[in-house]
């Protein structure tokens, strides 16, 4: 059986909480629950013919990379980027995150998750962030850890691709 680290990167209240609920328990909760340091949770997947022992690393939010723990990130196989859809400046910090964890791990896979695409009227992410994110030729989809939209997508895709590196 293979085991792999995952790091969940984001702004504070981005979700990351809640996806990793949301994909290991497939439960949601409307209640806040703020993360200090790191919280972690562990969920088998089968990837091909591989059984894949998932370490999700859920870890504290920031809003400058600065703050964010290199320790947290050593060990990881991949990394899944969560930017809140209702909260514009979220996507900047994601890039700013995306760019340390490239510096610190190297190129690993990696999924961007746009999050709470169940609040429609409250969208502030601009079509063209999206088109760019995928002229890099970075993952990206439309999740909701509320809905359950495209959480499990997310998680098994980048656990594929950390399979194949």
Not at 8 to 15: E, I
Request: hydrophobic share 45%; with cysteine.
């Amino acid at each position: 059986m293979l085991q792999k680290k995952i790091c969940m990167l984001g702004a504070f209240a981005v979700g990351k909480t809640s996806l990793v609920q949301r994909f290991v328990q497939s439960i949601y909760s409307e209640k806040y629950h703020t993360t200090v340091g790191v919280k972690i949770d562990k969920k088998l997947v089968a990837v091909g013919d591989e059984t894949v022992n998932l370490l999700l690393w859920d870890i504290q939010g920031e809003d400058g990379v600065e703050k964010l723990r290199s320790s947290y990130l050593r060990g990881a196989a991949g990394y899944l980027l969560v930017i809140d859809s209702t909260r514009r400046e979220t996507l900047d910090i994601a890039y700013r995150m995306q760019k340390f964890a490239q510096e610190m791990l190297g190129l690993i896979p990696f999924v961007v998750v746009i999050n709470k695409t169940d609040l429609v009227d409250q969208y502030e992410i601009e079509d063209v962030a999206l088109d760019y994110m995928k002229e890099q030729g970075w993952i990206v989809y439309k999740t909701s850890a509320k809905t359950g939209q495209s959480v499990e997508e997310a998680f098994l895709t980048l656990a594929s691709k950390m399979v194949e590196a």
